[in-house]
């Protein structure tokens, strides 16, 4: 296995291929877009994991100047609960404090009861906020 590494736009089809299969796209978003804009940002980026050249691990973080956000977290799902999202997480995590990014967020589907366990095993803590949107495209 090697070191977690910042992902270039040639691992997009590869990313998005694993996004697919732990189950994280939606129809409604453009995954090979998100891939793009995190890596076109100054304060973004999409690490990733490689077995024997295989991506088989994720995530995109970004720092919006006020605290840091962690999206599309995503392990091969034959690899689950070996440990590698919690090597992304701590990757994330080193990334945004090496930036000075005092706070770490995330949104979790609220029907993802493994998703929630997971990050609340991690130290995340349940906020007492209500997340709004607006499609802009």
Known sequence: MSAVEVLAAADADAAVALWQAAGL?????????????????????????????????????????????VYYLAVDPVRQRGGLGRLMMAAAEDWLARRGCPKLNLMVRGD??????????????????VTLAKRLD
Do not use: C, I, K
């Open 25 to 69: 796209t939606r129809p409604w978003n453009d995954t090979h877009a998100d891939f793009a804009r995190a890596l076109a940002g100054p304060a973004s980026a999409v690490l990733g994991l490689r077995d024997g050249g295989a991506l088989v691990a994720t995530v995109m973080v970004g720092d919006d100047g006020h605290r840091g956000w």
């Open 112 to 129: 993802n009861a493994q998703a929630r366990g997971f990050y609340a095993r991690l130290g995340y803590e349940l906020n007492d906020v």
